[in-house]
T-cell receptor, first 118, second 113 residues
């Protein structure tokens, strides 16, 4: 299965600034996913990032607020722009591993970035 | 659309008690089903999975059986330990949905010594 290195692991940021989160995968993957986990809540998908094309955003998330880069098949970044305290969350990246119904099929997650906006 | 509904928490049990966390799903076709666990202050880990009807996933004493007739994937453990205290997420991946994985709301489990 894939191994994801995500950084930073945590940060405390001033409101109005931006933070870029990086995820590096140890193998080539077609799609990478970015999630937000607000305090005490479940995971909500922000967007799906394919290499070589623009990311696809879920309802309620826009590119101006969460720009995503996917320059190659092993790397992606998510930027949280113009931050406010409401953006304080854990942000996670994820990749799909294997083919559907194979024994190794599943999703691997990065360790998460715990963001606090003050 | 596809969705996952799981048991509301928090759930508090005594050590060695039997655990069930209910999970039901709505999806077209035959999704893959997962249970993920998030220990305090840590990231998300895959606990177990099942990719087709009647499959049983198991790991660390936890089990869940993919029941298509009841669209359920309940998590069970015969004897819980304090170290099982965590948040548990039921999730599905439906192949027709661009490979997205959809999570339930999570169930916080606390085990008393």
């Amino acid at each position: 299965s894939a191994v994801i290195s995500q950084k930073p692991s945590r940060d405390i940021c001033q409101r109005g600034t931006s933070l870029t989160i990086q995820c590096q995968v140890d193998s080539q993957v077609t799609m990478m996913f970015w999630y937000r986990q607000q305090p005490g809540q479940s995971l909500t998908l922000i967007a799906t990032a394919n290499q070589g094309s623009e990311a696809t955003y879920e309802s309620g998330f826009v590119i101006d607020k969460f720009p995503i880069s996917r320059p190659n098949l092993t790397f992606s970044t998510l930027t949280v722009s113009n931050m406010s305290p409401e953006d304080s969350s854990i942000y996670l990246c994820s990749v799909e591993v294997g083919r559907a119904r194979d024994d190794n099929y599943g999703y691997t997650f990065g360790s998460g970035t715990r963001l606090t906006v003050v | 659309g596809n969705s996952v509904t799981q048991m509301e928490g928090p759930v508090t049990l005594s050590e060695e008690a039997f655990l069930t966390i209910n999970c039901t799903y709505t999806a077209t076709g035959y999704p893959s089903l997962f249970w993920y666990v998030q220990y305090p202050g840590e990231g998300l880990q895959l606990l177990l999975k099942a990719t087709k009807a009647d499959d049983k996933g198991s790991n660390k004493g936890f089990e869940a059986t993919y029941r298509k007739e009841t669209t359920s994937f309940h998590l069970e453990k015969g004897s819980v330990q304090v170290s099982d205290s965590a948040v548990y997420f039921c999730a599905l991946s439906a192949y027709s949905s661009a490979s997205k994985i959809i999570f339930g709301s999570g169930t916080r489990l606390s085990i008393r010594p």
